[in-house]
C-alpha cells in the first residue's frame, strides 16, 4: 500500500526554497509554528509580523531565515510597515499567509462597540487592506494566499457572533479573492482549524478555567477525542501554498478533529 504521509513529506522537502513568505501574527501560536515550518521547509526568508517585539524576536532566534517586523496589521502604518520590510529584501513575494486575530466574548447584552470594532479590524480588515498592499509584489503567476479562518464561521455560539461573523466575512473573503486573482495566477485558500491548544482565548480575556472548560468540552464532543494542537494545523496552511496543490484555490480545508461532523 502507498503511505501517502510519507509521500506528502518527500513532496513537501524543502518546496519552498527561495521563496519569500509573509506570516502575520507569526510571533505565537498557529502562526509561530507555520513560519517555522516555512522557514524548515527551505523559504528565503519568512518575515513574521505581530505588535509585540518580544515573541517575534523569540522565533527569529530560531531560524535565520526569519524575520521579525512589528506592525499592526488593522492599521495602514503597520500594513506599509509589513510592505517597507518586503520591499527591503528585494520586494518579491510567492506566499501571504493572514494568520493574525483576535477573539473575544460579545454578548447582546453586554456589547462593547470597542471589542467589536477591535476584532472586525483585525480579522477582517487587517487581511484586506494587507492583500490588497502586497498584492503588486505577490508572484503572477504563482504566487498564494492562505488565510486562517474558523470553523467558528460555521457554528452558532452565543456570545461570539461577533467572532463567528468575522471568520464567515473571511471566509467570504478567501471564495472572492480566489475568482478575483485566478486570473493573475494566484490562488487564494483558507484553513479552519477548530479548538487549537494557543493563547488566543487567554487573551481575549476567558479565564483559565474557563479555556480548561472549554477544551475538555470540546475534547469530550471532537469524534477525535481531543483538542487540536498547532502540528495539526500547520501542514495544511503550507501544503496549501505548495505547487503540488496548484489545483486547488477557493477551498476552505476545515481541521477540526471532526467537530463539524457532530
Ligand atoms: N486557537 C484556536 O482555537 C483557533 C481556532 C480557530 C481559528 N483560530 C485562528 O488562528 C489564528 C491564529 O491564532 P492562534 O490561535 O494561533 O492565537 P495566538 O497565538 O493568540 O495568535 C494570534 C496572533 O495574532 C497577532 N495579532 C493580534 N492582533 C494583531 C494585530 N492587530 N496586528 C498584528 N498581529 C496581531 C498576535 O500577536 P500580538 O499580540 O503580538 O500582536 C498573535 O501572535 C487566528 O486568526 C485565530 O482566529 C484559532
Not at 513574521?48 to 521579525?68: F, Q, Y
Not at 486562517?148 to 472572492?176: F, G
Not at 484553513?191 to 475538555?216: F, K, Y
Amino acid at each position: 500500500m502507498v503511505d501517502l504521509r510519507q509521500r506528502g513529506t518527500a513532496l513537501s522537502d524543502k518546496a519552498f526554497a527561495e521563496q519569500h513568505v509573509v506570516v502575520t501574527g507569526g510571533g505565537t501560536g498557529i502562526g509561530r509554528a507555520a513560519a517555522l515550518a516555512f522557514a524548515e521547509q527551505g523559504a528565503a526568508s519568512v518575515t513574521i509580523t505581530g505588535r509585540r517585539s518580544e515573541p517575534l524576536d523569540e522565533v527569529a532566534a530560531l531560524h535565520p531565515a526569519v524575520i521579525p517586523v512589528v506592525a499592526d496589521v488593522a492599521s495602514e502604518a503597520g500594513v506599509d510597515a509589513i510592505a517597507a520590510a518586503v520591499q527591503a529584501r528585494g520586494g518579491k513575494l510567492d506566499v501571504l499567509v493572514h494568520n493574525a486575530g483576535v477573539f473575544g466574548l460579545t454578548p447582546l447584552d453586554e456589547l462593547d462597540p470597542a471589542d467589536v470594532r477591535h476584532q472586525f479590524e483585525v480579522n477582517v480588515f487587517g487581511p484586506i487592506l494587507l492583500t490588497a498592499k502586497l498584492l503588486p509584489l505577490l508572484r503572477s503567476p504563482g504566487g498564494n494566499i492562505v488565510v486562517v479562518s474558523s470553523i467558528s464561521a460555521r457554528l452558532t455560539t452565543p456570545a461570539q457572533s461577533v467572532y463567528a461573523a468575522s471568520k464567515a466575512a473571511v471566509d467570504s473573503l478567501i471564495r472572492s479573492w480566489a475568482v478575483e486573482l485566478g486570473p493573475k495566477g494566484i490562488r487564494v485558500n483558507g484553513v479552519a482549524p477548530g479548538n487549537v491548544r494557543t493563547p488566543i482565548l487567554t487573551s481575549g480575556g476567558i479565564s483559565d478555567q474557563d479555556v480548561a472548560a472549554w477544551r475538555s468540552g470540546y475534547a469530550g464532543k471532537a469524534p477525535t477525542g481531543r483538542i487540536g494542537e498547532v502540528a495539526d494545523v500547520t501542514p495544511w496552511i503550507t501544503r496549501l501554498a505548495e505547487p503540488t496543490s496548484s489545483w486547488i484555490s477557493g477551498e476552505i480545508i476545515v481541521v477540526d478533529g471532526g467537530m463539524l461532523a457532530t
